[in-house]
């Protein structure tokens, strides 16, 4: 039963990165484009803020699902070293998802533009 909590948590920590790995690619794709838009006079800073916090979003999506295969991982073994490093990891990603968070609602309200 332990190693299928095992290989939850790490196909979790696959998931994740494989969000934000795609996440990634799709915004310098994205910027790519909207680079090669200068050519033409259609480039928009505003496609630059709506990159960010869409891939802004993957990142956050992603810190979830490593929350999740911590919490897994700390649970089949919990001993006071492995709760005390979860505590650390979670809070360092909750403060990354908290500012990730306030950015993104800010590039919202500061560029109208943008589809909310």
């Known amino acids: 039963?332990?190693?299928?909590?095992?290989?939850?948590?790490?196909?979790?920590?696959a998931v994740s990165f494989?969000?934000?790995?795609?996440?990634?690619?799709?915004?310098?794709?994205?910027?790519?484009?909207?680079?090669a838009a200068r050519l033409s006079g259609k480039f928009r800073l505003s496609k630059l803020s709506k990159i960010r916090m869409d891939f802004?979003?993957?990142?956050?999506?992603?810190?979830?699902?490593?929350?999740a295969a911590d919490i897994i991982e700390t649970i089949l073994k919990p001993t006071n070293e492995e709760l005390i490093e979860l505590g650390g990891i979670v809070l360092i990603r909750i403060l990354l998802s908290y500012f990730l968070t306030k950015e993104i609602n800010e590039l919202k309200v500061n560029t109208p533009e943008i589809d909310k």
């Open 56 to 67: 802004g979003n993957y990142i956050l999506l992603g810190l979830e699902f490593l929350i």
């Open 1 to 13: 039963m332990e190693q299928i909590f095992y290989v939850l948590a790490k196909s979790l920590e």
């Open 18 to 35: 494989s969000i934000m790995i795609y996440g990634a690619l799709i915004a310098v794709l994205m910027f790519i484009i909207n680079e």
